[in-house]
């Protein structure tokens, strides 16, 4: 009686653990291209009222008169965080203390306040791919988590998805994923509004071949940091 006890333990457990590891392990969702574009938005240099950020003004939906007066409209200056000026139809963006725009992403630290930078993903420091239409189709949520190969040159990462785009022309990525993947991003000089000041801007990335492993319903909906999510994919693929 006791020998058949054992057997059944024994058989439960390796059962457990075998569901266990299937569960945990599913390489099996993959995506690959090779179009890319760089997203900078939720970087804290990302815009400047003089023009003086990682991305041209207009990027973020504003000209240079929006900019250094600070006043828009509702539907201008999607990339940067903004509120209601009381008694007004205008609207301005919030500035960091460093006098920075916070340029906003979907919310990745939903319990941080809209008018800091804390509360968007970092394209500085998060290794992120955004969010699209055939994404959302897949399954995927904000703030889950993929696993990203450069098939040219053997370089791997973890990312987490977020941020917002309304088409799928190519697969966008922030500035920390693409130097993770050592892919090559271009720059160029250019001026601040008032010509004081020399600003190295990016502009474009160069085309790789890329494969992710996407994971749905990895993510709690909050945001990771770089250290996390380097971890968090390197658990999904197995591989520790």
């Keep these: 009686m006791k020998n058949t006890a054992l057997f059944i333990s024994v058989f439960l457990l390796s059962v457990n653990f075998t569901l266990g590891q299937s569960t945990k392990v599913d390489t099996t969702h993959t995506f690959q291209t090779n179009s890319l574009a760089l997203n900078l938005d939720g970087a804290r240099h990302a815009y400047h009222p003089n023009n003086e950020g990682l991305l041209h003004n207009v990027n973020g939906g504003i000209i240079k008169e929006e900019a250094t007066t600070n006043r828009f409209t509702k ?8 509120k209601k000026i009381t008694n007004s139809e205008l609207y301005e963006g919030y500035i960091q203390p460093d006098g920075y725009f916070v340029s906003q992403t979907t919310p990745y630290y939903k319990d941080k306040p809209e008018s800091s930078s804390e509360r968007y993903a970092d394209a500085e ?5 955004t969010l699209s239409p055939a994404w959302k189709a897949k399954g995927i949520k ?3 988590l993929a696993y990203v190969v450069n098939l040219d040159n053997g370089k791997n990462s973890g ?15 922030s500035l920390a994923l ?14 601040s509004y008032d010509n004081k000041k020399t600003v190295t801007r990016y502009v474009g990335i160069s085309n790789k071949n890329l494969k992710i492993y996407y994971f749905i319903n990895s993510g709690d ?20």
Excluded: W
């Design 159 to 173: 990312a987490i998805f977020t941020d917002y785009r309304g088409n799928d022309k190519n697969l966008e990525i």
């Design 178 to 191: 693409a130097q993770l993947l050592e892919i090559p991003v271009t720059t160029k000089k250019s001026s």
């Design 75 to 82: 539907n201008r200056g999607y990339g940067i965080a903004k």
């Design 221 to 240: 909906g909050n945001g990771k940091t770089a250290e996390e999510i380097k971890h968090i994919g390197v658990k999904l693929m197995g591989l520790k």
């Design 125 to 129: 420091t998060i290794p992120y791919i």
């Design 142 to 144: 904000n703030c889950d």
